[in-house]
């Protein structure tokens, strides 16, 4: 776009736009559209992008929702008329419910973004259906081939045994392995969901002693120690070790980094550092009535808070939860209190210098600093100038024998001639994308002639 097709004083088009369960707000002048979507079903009513320093989201009816007297209605609110579009929501909600982007492409890099980490390791990682089972958001997906025990235990003629198999309940943790091993003999009885406090993705698990011919390989396939097999008698067979194949897939994009698949782990094959540090506080208990009020058991996006059924009435693990503040928003009778200490941020130091801006906001989310109102403040150093001599004359066409410093001077016209004509390289070089703006050079470069 030439600089001559923009309106002095154009004034942005600011939209908004409801599609299904999405928010679309646009910002857009003939040089720069900005996006901000917003997923409804991804957010969760926390309280993390509530310290926009613009004050333009608010809170939903979030209780109202957690009490299933709404159902789809936005948990927060943005007001189209306030919001910058700056992006400072999309880099702390780590529930992904906000999308800022600019021309197209992200607002946020990966020095500026609140997240956690979840790492597999694949060495110890068997794997087994565990974690995929236990997962709250549903970030894992895991395909697991065990050899079948028929095709491992063959037999020289009559097929007979005689033994003992008991399986102890309170040590197993239901990884799901001896089933795929033997489906015939080992029966789990599979839950829909997985339930604090222990999170055990099955109701029980039994032996068909029919169909048990006692070899012992579900005793050492099991992580648990949970299987004890006796063979008394039996009748002449080999028996092979099974072995265990397949592959854990993880969705970064869903996972929050709750910690609870690390906490069943087996294995101990994965490894989570949570974004966010705090504690969550019970205070007036005589208010809470978990028989009738289920608001934060509904809202809580990783299953951190259940009623105990005892004076306790209810409790929150503290290794599970990830301080959002879902919870305190949906209780009508303030029982709960979250409070965030820490974040987890790599490398903000290596982001540009506005961006290190955030910090402030980052700051405000777990309450170190109170929310800034206006432009972010800088610290400015005022140095007197040194006062060039009058009679010291200066001569601006001086060059270098080789005449690098006028090919320099007519290389630095011709980006700035470039950069006018097309104010989205100047955005790509403002934000550290200088490949488009080389590339757009050497296109320039091959269409002139040569001098």
Known sequence: MERQDVSVGERPVVSMDVTEAKVRLEWNTSLLLRRLDYDIDKCVGCSLCLPCPWEAITLGPVAETAAGRIEGAPLVMVDPDICTFCGLCDSACVFKAFDASYEGESAINEFVRIDGVHVVDNE????????????????????????HKKDLVVYRGDVSAEGTIKIDEDKCSYCGLCEILCPEAIKIFWSESAEPPDFRPAVGIRVVEEECDYCGLCEGICPDDAIKVECTKSSSRKITEPKISGELRHDDEKCVKCSLCAG?????????????????????LERCDPTGCVNCFNICPV??????????????LDGNCIYCGACENACPDEVLVVSRSGYKLDELERAREWEKARKHFFDAVVGIEKTPSGLFERDLNVVEARQRPQDVAIDDEWDT?????????????????LLSRDPSLQMHLERGRTEKVIEKIKEQSKGSPKK
């Open 124 to 147: 110890k990682c068997a794997p087994c259906l565990l974690c995929a089972k236990v997962c709250p958001t549903g970030a894992l997906e895991v395909d697991v081939k065990v050899d």
């Open 264 to 284: 069943v782990c087996p294995y101990d094959a994965i490894k989570v550092e949570k974004p966010f540090s705090g504690e969550v506080k019970v205070q007036h």
């Open 303 to 316: 299953k951190a808070i259940y009623p105990t059924g005892t004076e306790s009435k209810l409790e929150v």
């Open 401 to 417: 024998e080789d005449g690098v410093r006028a090919a320099a001077k007519n290389l630095v016209g011709s980006v700035s001639r």
